[in-house]
């Protein structure tokens, strides 16, 4: 059986559709949130330093603002995946195992792209090796 029918009998077309919307949705406020970050953050360190505090607190604001942005970056790059693996009709399969990511799982992080059980495993492997 291909994947693509293997897919349509996992997932109808309505869970589907709600999967995709989500997806927008995150990328879209992901988006807007770091807009709105990068633009309070332009005018914030624009502004003149009146003292040695201030200036060590901007600092800190930079370096988290630049770990936001390396997390909303990766995230969105996933969310952009995840859609087009919807676009493929590979959604909701493992990349690792090509076995169904379970439903529960894609609700509570639709860009998945892994089962728990590789999810796992490649994070044991990961910790491992790092």
Known sequence: MSLRKQLEEFMDKEKLESFRRQLVDLQNRITGDYERVVESSSEEFGAE???VNDEAS??????ILLQIGDQSHEI???IREALERMEAGEYGVCQECDEDIPVKRLELVPYARFCVRCKERLEKESSKSG
């Open 58 to 63: 901007r600092t800190i604001n930079r370096r």
């Open 49 to 51: 330093v009146p003292d």
């Open 76 to 78: 969105l790059k996933l």
